[in-house]
């Protein structure tokens, strides 16, 4: 989205100004972040398959059960264990049906799409593909995968085979679509038609998903009302919906200024919920306070976290950043980066090759990367700001100053540790 061509100039002066609304109330999401997490009934079922497994090795179906259970339980706790588990039982279901059942295809793809293996969720998708059954639904995934590798031409050609106006799953890929070309008001608009039809169908997960995203995207727009009631909608459904918690940690965070509410809400979130990336989160809160300790002591939870060799490429683009902007490891950082774009390459990994180079001294290879593969590719803020800052130590500042008026626009966004950042641009 090019902000500045639908914000006028007092919008974006006012975004440097103190954050006088309030948005969030306590009353709306205590009793969210009181709640005991219980995995007990994920486990037993996990455990009923592994059970009716050993009775009966044979009964393969019985693999694709404790798959799912598996991944219900690493999308309840964040657990890279599970995700893991569920892999090899979909890998030893694949095998046994010698790659003819395409359902099992589309979740190990699903599985390899969660850890960030979008290549070889690729490769699992056209042999499902090549099945020839249930192609509409492999075609979706295939629109996602290739969105998520780059490869954009492929994408808007799935997107059109699969069009369907009145179908959630064509409305919501629209919507990412549109949010990938920068048109975040079509996005949110198509998100909103899918959010009505998750509703009419009173689908649980399908409303928890709408109303994330719905989330997101209002957040994006800086429609903190919105963003902050689909949470609350989310947690309505899900009690223990980490993310949706995480968003209104942001929102208190980024808008309100309220740094020991934010810190209090994550530290509830971490008791259940082990994604890596949340001691980031509050690494970020720590230093805008000063606390030098805390920050210290959250980094190196999160490196303990991903030096898990389970995780393979999960955390690249986490850690070059990690590495660049905290760590001063730039040599590091660089050559996570060149991985990050043979995986995955995209405007924002190639964004993170750039910065690594400019962080390495090497301004004139961060401004090749820039021009080529990044600048007007993606509208992401933090994106924006690396290019910003490459433009600006190449001596090309007639390129900074429309940058500058985005990121002042994007502030919500980028964080409060920015303002400073964006006011010497």
């Known amino acids: 989205m090019i902000i500045k061509k639908i914000l006028p100039l007092i919008l974006l002066i006012a975004a440097f100004s103190c954050n006088s609304k309030q948005v969030t ?23 009923i398959w592994t059970d009716k497994l050993e009775a009966a090795p044979n009964q393969f179906p019985y693999l694709g059960k404790r798959a799912s259970a598996y991944t219900q339980l690493f999308n309840a706790t964040g657990d890279i264990d599970y995700l893991i588990k569920a892999e090899d039982d979909l890998l ?3 095998k046994v049906t010698n790659g003819k059942t395409t359902s099992y295809l589309k979740s190990l793809a699903s599985n390899y799409v969660s850890q960030h293996r979008f290549k070889e969720a690729l490769t699992v998708l056209e042999q499902a593909k090549a099945n020839g059954d249930k192609i509409n639904g492999t075609k979706k995934m295939l629109f996602d995968v290739h969105l998520e590798l ?3 031409i492929y994408a808007q050609a799935y997107l059109k085979d699969i069009k369907n106006t009145s179908d959630f799953d064509y409305l919501i890929r629209l919507a990412k679509w549109e949010d990938h070309n920068g048109n975040l008001e079509g996005a949110i608009e198509n998100m909103e038609k899918a959010t009505k039809i998750a509703e009419s169908s009173n689908l649980k997960g399908m409303k928890q998903w709408a109303y994330t995203n719905s989330a997101d995207f209002y957040g994006h727009a800086g429609d903190l009302d919105k963003s902050y009631n689909y949470f609350l909608k989310a947690l309505a459904l899900d009690p223990n919906d980490a993310y949706a918690k995480k968003g209104i940690a942001w929102i208190i965070y980024s808008h309100e200024n309220n740094t020991e509410e934010a810190l209090s809400i994550l530290n509830h979130v971490t008791s259940y919920y082990k994604a890596p990336d949340y001691d980031l989160l509050k690494a970020e809160i720590a230093e805008s306070q000063n606390n030098a300790q805390l920050k210290t002591e959250a980094l190196e939870n999160y490196q303990k976290a991903v030096s898990n060799k389970q995780y393979g490429d999960m955390y690249n683009g986490y850690n070059v950043t990690l590495y660049t902007d905290d760590l001063s490891l730039p040599k590091r950082a660089l050559d996570l980066a060149k991985t990050e774009v043979a995986n995955r390459p995209t405007p924002q990994s190639y964004d993170l090759l750039a910065w690594s180079y400019f962080k390495n001294g090497n301004v004139e290879e961060a401004i090749e990367i820039i021009e080529t593969y990044v600048d007007g590719k993606t509208y992401e ?6 290019v910003a800052e490459i433009y600006k130590a190449a001596g090309k500042t007639e390129k900074v100053e429309p940058l500058k008026e985005e990121l002042i626009a994007s502030l919500y966004e980028l964080g409060p540790l920015m303002k400073s950042k964006i006011q010497s641009l």
């Open 25 to 47: 109330n306590a009353e709306d999401y205590n009793k969210y972040i009181t709640t005991t997490v219980s995995q007990t009934d994920l486990l037993a079922s996990a455990q």
């Open 381 to 386: 803020p933090a994106v924006l700001y690396h």
């Open 150 to 152: 780059g490869n954009y």
């Open 92 to 94: 030893e279901a694949i």
